[in-house]
C-alpha cells in the first residue's frame, strides 16, 4: 500500500455515520421530550387525604432551560453534518489525502479553504494515540448532546490512533485531524503516511542538504 496515499475506509466510515446518527436521534429526541415538558399543565392544587385541598408548591426555576433545547438543536445538526460527511465518504470510497510534489491534497469532504497544503506550511505534525491529540470532531459533537455520550466517544478514542496537522493558511492557521479507522490499512497506513509528512518537512528545512 503506497505510504503516500490515505483512502476513505468504507468500514470505519460507516461505523462512524451510524455514531453520529446515533448522536442525532439522541439529541432531537431529547428536544422533544423538553418542548413536551414545556407544554404540558401542570395541576394548580393538589387533594391530599381527607379531602384537603392545597396550592401546588411553585416549581423550582431551571437556570439552564433557555439554552438547552438550542444547544441540542444544534448539536442535532452538527451531528447530521457528520452523518453526510461520513456517508460522502463511505459511498465514494476516495482518495482522502494524498502527498503530491510536496503538498497534502484532502478530499473535499474536509471542508478546508484550500483542499491544496503545502507541505512547508505544515507547522505541527503529531501521531498518537487520538485520546492525546488536541480536541477533534466527535467529542465536539458528542459533548453537545450530553455527558455520557462526550464519556463513550473519549472511551473509545483510547482505542485509536491518529495524526493532527496544524499548517499556514494565509495570515491564518488551520487544523486537521486524521484518525486511522477512517481510512484503509488503519493506524499503520497512518503511520507510515506521517512518517513520509515527517520526512517532505526535513527535506525542506532551512539548512538541509
Known amino acids: 500500500m503506497n505510504p503516500s496515499i490515505l483512502h476513505f475506509s468504507r468500514t470505519g466510515n460507516a461505523m462512524k455515520m451510524l455514531l453520529f446518527l446515533g448522536f442525532a436521534v439522541l439529541a432531537f429526541g431529547l428536544t422533544y421530550l423538553l418542548l413536551e415538558e414545556r407544554q404540558a399543565v401542570a395541576p394548580l392544587t393538589q387533594t391530599l387525604p381527607g379531602g384537603l385541598v392545597l396550592p401546588m408548591p411553585a ?29 460522502v465518504r463511505l459511498m465514494t470510497r476516495q482518495v482522502a489525502v494524498t502527498i503530491a510534489a510536496g503538498q497534502l491534497h484532502f478530499h473535499p ?16 505534525a503529531i501521531f498518537d494515540r487520538a485520546d492525546r491529540l488536541p480536541e477533534g470532531e466527535w467529542e465536539t ?11 463513550s466517544a473519549r472511551s ?43 520526512m517532505w518537512r526535513r527535506s525542506r528545512a532551512p539548512g538541509h542538504r
Do not use: C
Open 59 to 87: 416549581p423550582r426555576p431551571d437556570p439552564f432551560a433557555p439554552v438547552k433545547i438550542p444547544l441540542l438543536l444544534a448539536a442535532g445538526g452538527i451531528s447530521l453534518f457528520y452523518v453526510w460527511r461520513h456517508g
Open 109 to 124: 469532504s474536509y471542508n478546508m479553504p484550500s483542499p491544496i497544503v503545502p507541505i512547508t506550511n505544515v507547522t505541527e
Open 141 to 151: 459533537a458528542a459533548s453537545a448532546v450530553s455527558w455520557s455520550a462526550n464519556r
Open 156 to 198: 473509545g478514542a483510547i482505542l485509536r490512533h491518529g495524526l493532527y496537522l496544524r499548517y499556514r493558511s494565509g495570515a491564518s492557521t488551520g487544523e486537521v485531524r486524521l484518525i486511522d479507522n477512517d481510512f484503509d490499512g488503519g493506524a499503520e497506513q497512518l503511520r507510515r503516511f506521517a512518517a513520509q509528512i515527517e
